[in-house]
């Protein structure tokens, strides 16, 4: 297991990244920069990581993984804005695992506050503790924090360069820097001379880099305008390559089969069947599961599940009713955190009306389209590595630790993502691929899970119950009192990715409950955490998956007990707490003509939820149609501050809406003896076109700090549905999935 001691040992060099001559510019502001990844041969130079000059053209690095988020197209045009090229002038690679491509806003993101309610002086600091990041070589996609990392960083990179070029068009020119401008790709003098960038290189890579001045918005090309996806043509051809997609000379194909009942071990196997198999390679033992490698991949499965195995059991209860009771006995214990606490809450006041109500989610499973897939070559004391992954520095380390080697000695190259959700900032496929690629040095093998071991061997979105208990006077909501039960993703990530174990508060764990921008004079929100060894991560929104559900089906039961229409009662407790978050409350109400009342036959609900710096508020309709119940339209405002492509913006919210509401209807993982019960699609269904709704979104942008947009489409969906199955049907949806209690449309 790697620790923090070695990542701030460690160096991170591209090592035989195929960059052929050139020069990369860009400009730090900190005091010790990170090692440049890109190593230049002679001849060459390589100034700053994240553009790239030689002689066939302009090259620009994204160091977040492109997961179909469409950060590799926003990310160039950051850079592109200030470097004054064309974004089909470009071409576009994924960054080397490298300190240097370190994630600046994520650290700022785990400080104790609400995030709505942070002064500039708070927001200051979180951006001056981003540079830990660089400490912790923290290349990590996630969070939805790419564009709040890149915003000025890019910018500055791309202005750095474009200086540095035509400081080196002057020199060739014999004039002033100051006069020339530049267009396209190209130095212009003030006589018309036009000089290309890449005639400059040679010349620019014996300067300084030259810090410059960022532009007036008012003067921006690309930032604030939809732009098309550098990813769209290859992706729409079938020329994208993702981790499935790589293909090597000689390459062989593996797949895996691990213990069902996670975290137990393996008693023996009998692999006789398999060996015998026509094309059938190696058997390898993993420890606590087995491999085959074979000619193709669909062998290697039929093989791998021909080997009789005697699995140990698994170290929690076998069955999804004691995991649940497990989960409730962290009621009994001390909270891990109280993060809001204002006002009194230990007494209903005099003539207030008293709700109280329990909840409960559903583990569930990343669901990724693509299942884990790796490529690993260990050959002459290195390893190469192909795969989609959120954490390259991370797996570098992890699969060096696997081979035995330093983490010098291992290349990891990041493919497209077939989705992520969190699951590929794991590092357990890649640890296989690298052990199975040992077994047979000297020759390429990918490893392919099956679907049925890609579901069943998940870092699962951790199941959680709520307690909640309000009152209501005079219309208002006057008291919330909340706790909610999980286990700790955070905790068990950090150990997973540190070697060291998670502690302290855990704010993943009640975001979504105790930061919501409501003006209730007695709130207290707590956090506890359940002592359980099911494997558990980061999963699409985190913790406000399930305390957005929580939070607003609460909030839904209060204002029909105080008497009033829930999207008023929402507004009133918001408007002089957060104005933005109000402003999404009032889009949605307008988008879609929101009276509080509908006719039989058709139920609305509202909901809302501030997570990852952007307040997100959604209205849901559903119809009944002889009996069977079909999601008919959706309507989403967001506000994030500066949507820097609104289009993408919207592309997001709808996304991750479509996301929480299959997992609201369908999306559950169960436990018998031991074992996940689904093991593919028709176990864990999704929303399909046909029962998809319409989809209206508004994007908004009054907030004063740039917030995420991959996530926070996420949380709002499932409340919104239930609260609008309550005005349909009058029966209160408190637990997930929801096709268990009402005839959804299938």
């Known amino acids: 297991m790697a620790s923090i001691g070695k990542i701030l040992r460690r160096t991170f060099l591209i090592g035989s990244a195929a960059i052929v001559g050139g020069v990369a510019f860009g400009v730090y502001y900190v005091r010790r920069p990170a090692p440049n990844p890109l190593s230049p041969g ?33 990310w160039a045009a950051l850079i592109a804005e200030e470097l004054d090229v064309e974004l089909d002038q470009v071409t576009v690679l994924h960054g080397p695992a490298a300190a240097a491509y370190y994630n600046s806003a994520m650290i700022g993101e ?128 079938g020329t994208a390559e993702f981790a499935i997609d790589v293909r090597l000379p000689g390459m062989k194909f593996a797949s895996v089969r691990m213990n069902p009942k996670l975290g137990g071990g393996m008693n023996g196997y009998d692999d006789s069947a398999a060996r015998s198999m026509p094309g059938v390679e190696k058997v390898v033992d993993l420890g606590n599961g087995v491999a085959v490698i074979a000619s193709n991949t669909w062998l290697a499965m039929r093989a791998v599940e021909a080997i009789d195995v005697d699995w140990e059991d698994a170290p929690y209860p076998p069955e999804t009713q004691a995991i649940f009771a497990k989960i409730a006995e962290a009621f009994d214990a001390d909270p891990n955190s109280t993060m809001r606490d204002d006002g009194d809450v230990g007494v209903t006041p005099e003539g207030a009306t008293e709700i109280t109500a329990e909840y409960s989610v559903p583990y569930l499973a990343h669901a990724t389209m693509e299942p884990m897939t790796a490529t690993a070559l260990y050959s002459d004391g290195r390893l190469e590595f192909w795969g989609g992954n959120q954490a390259p520095t991370f797996m570098q380390m992890k699969v060096a630790d696997a081979a035995g080697l330093a983490t010098e000695a291992v290349d990891v190259h990041t493919t497209y993502l077939g989705g992520g959700f969190g699951r590929r900032g794991e590092f357990d ?94 709130y207290r929100i707590s956090g506890h955490i359940a002592d359980l060894q099911i494997p558990v991560g980061f999963w699409r929104s985190v913790g406000n998956s399930h305390n957005g559900f929580f939070h607003e089906t609460f909030m839904d039961e209060m204002a ?126 999704a929303l399909r076109m046909h029962t998809a709704p319409e ?21 709002p969906s499932m409340p919104a549905l239930g609260n609008a199955l309550f005005d349909l049907t009058g029966k209160r949806a408190r637990t997930l999935p929801l096709n268990q209690n009402f005839n959804l449309l299938v």
């Open 429 to 522: 496929f890649g640890v296989l691929a690298t052990k199975i690629a040992l077994a047979m040095p000297g020759v390429p093998v990918q490893t392919t899970w099956s679907r049925e071991e890609d579901m069943r061997h998940d870092f699962y979105r951790p199941g959680a119950t709520a307690r909640m208990r309000g009152a209501v006077k005079d219309g208002k909501a006057i008291l919330i009192d909340g706790k909610v039960a999980s286990q700790s993703c955070t905790h068990q990530a950090v150990e997973r990715m540190t070697g060291m174990g998670g502690g302290g508060p855990d704010k993943v764990l009640v975001e979504g409950l105790f930061n919501q921008p409501y003006a209730v004079p007695n």
């Open 560 to 685: 029909h007990a105080a008497g009033r229409d829930p999207l008023e009662f929402r507004l009133e407790l918001m408007r002089d707490e957060h104005a933005p978050s109000a402003g999404c409350l009032e889009a949605v109400r307008e988008m879609s003509g929101w009276t509080g009342k509908t006719p039989n036959g058709v139920g609305r609900g509202v909901a809302f939820t501030y997570s990852f710096g952007t307040p997100v508020a959604q209205v849901i309709e559903v119809v009944d149609e002889n009996g069977v119940i079909r999601i008919n339209k959706a309507w989403i405002a967001c506000d994030m501050g500066l949507a820097l492509d609104p289009e993408n913006v919207k592309a997001q919210m709808f996304g991750g809406m479509m996301y929480g509401l299959s997992a609201a209807c369908y999306g559950e993982i169960t436990f018998a003896e031991g074992e996940v019960e689904q093991g593919n699609f028709p176990d864990y269904d």
């Open 42 to 74: 002679e001849g060459e130079a390589a100034l700053n990581p994240f553009v790239l000059i030689d002689r066939n053209g302009v090259t620009l690095f994204a160091p977040r993984a492109e997961m179909g988020q469409g950060v590799k197209t926003t």
């Open 695 to 715: 989809v209206e979104v508004r994007v908004l942008e009054t907030n004063r700090f740039m917030g995420g947009a991959g996530e926070p489409g996420t949380p």
């Open 110 to 237: 785990g400080l104790p506050n609400k995030g709505y309610d942070v002064s500039n002086f708070q927001h200051n600091l979180g951006e001056a503790l981003g540079v830990i990041g660089k400490v912790l070589s923290l290349q990590v996609t996630g969070g939805s924090t790419s564009m709040k990392d890149g915003f000025e960083r890019m910018r500055h990179a791309g202005a750095s360069a474009r200086e540095t070029l035509k400081q080196a068009a002057a020199g060739r020119l014999g004039v002033d820097r100051l006069q020339l401008t530049t267009e396209a790709g190209h130095v212009v003098a003030p006589d018309g001379t036009r000089i290309a960038y890449t005639e400059l290189a040679e010349d620019a890579a014996k300067l300084e880099p030259i810090e410059a001045d960022l532009r007036d918005p008012s003067e921006w090309r690309y930032l604030g305008k939809t732009q098309p996806r550098l990813d769209m043509v290859e992706k729409a051809t």
